[in-house]
């Protein structure tokens, strides 16, 4: 793994962290606080006799020196100190972002008009099962992914970069995009005209449509000016499964896999380019907008 990937993983640095900071927190808890201890002990006891001569002596003692010297001798080394208070912390973000929720910011306008760039969403990790971090092995079965939903997984070109689009195919699916407009299973979805959508960031106007994807009603976009057909499409794995015309393509879902499409149609680079999305790359279904810096109004969930 090169020093970018495991830079660009968060949850290995992250699990990491929690590794080191437990293991220092274990060895103070039960070896190096009972050292300290053990010196103070020893340390007192002598400053005990010297101060039991001293007062037989007549002379007087302090007793603050006694409680500074075992506040001392017990204090935890500056390294201990920090590295025990972040363990629970880094514990809790790491178990928090692994199994159940973790946030991510959306890049680009593929997602348009449902996502937006700047917008920070969360992503729900265990409604598509309970799978191990770091390894991303799927060890609890709970759902599958469903037509519709909105999804992020490990990009199958690059598996250190996560992805986010919708779920238009679910294996066995005949997936067939002709003329701008999906058939699944032979049956056409249906269409209903929105008003044109303003695209700030490419200053530019798009038809706007809702889209019946087998009961999920969502928005998407077409540029007019865009071919039907895809330009280029990779050589990926059941690439055989797939045939590419002028007027669009295609596909059926290979068993254990996703037809993956962003909502943006023809700004998009998804499952029409570099092929199917494996249940293995699955990271979680997004479901809610925390934040955007720009818009405060995005706040909310989404379809």
Known sequence: MSLQS???????????????TGIIWFLDMF??????????????????????RLTADGIRVDENDRHEL????????????????????????FFLRSFLFEPFKIPSSSMLPTLFVGDLILVNKFTFGVRLPII??????INDPKRGDVMVFKYPVDPTVDYIKRVVGVPGDKIVYKNKRLSINGNELSYENRPDFLDEERLSYYKQYN????????????????????????????????????????????????????DNRDNSQDSRYWGFVPDKN??????????????????????
């Not at 190096?32 to 020893?42: G, H, I, L, P, T």
């Not at 935890?76 to 809790?92: C, K, N, T």
């Not at 499964?241 to 254990?256: R, W």
Request: proline residues 4%; aromatic residues 12%; hydrophobic residues 45%.
């Open 70 to 93: 075992r506040a001392k001798l017990l204090r935890q080394p500056v390294w201990i100190e920090y590295s025990g208070s972040f363990f629970p912390v880094i514990a809790l973000v």
């Open 6 to 20: 495991i830079l660009g993983n968060f949850a290995l640095i992250l699990f990491v962290l929690t590794i080191v």
């Open 136 to 141: 991303n092995k799927k060890v609890i079965e």
């Open 282 to 303: 699955i990271v979680g279904k997004a479901f809610f907008i925390w934040m955007n810096l720009g818009n405060i109004k995005r706040i909310g969930s989404f379809h």
């Open 211 to 262: 889209e019946n994807l087998t009961g999920v009603g969502h928005n998407i976009l077409n540029d007019e000016q865009a071919p039907t057909f895809v330009n280029g499409p990779h050589d990926f794995p059941g690439h055989e499964l797939c045939t590419y015309g002028n007027d669009g393509f295609a596909c059926t879902v290979p068993e254990g896999q996703y037809f993956m499409m962003g």
């Open 31 to 52: 070896v190096f606080s009972k050292q300290r201890q053990q010196v103070a002990d020893k340390a007192l006891a002598e400053l005990d006799a010297r101060n039991a």
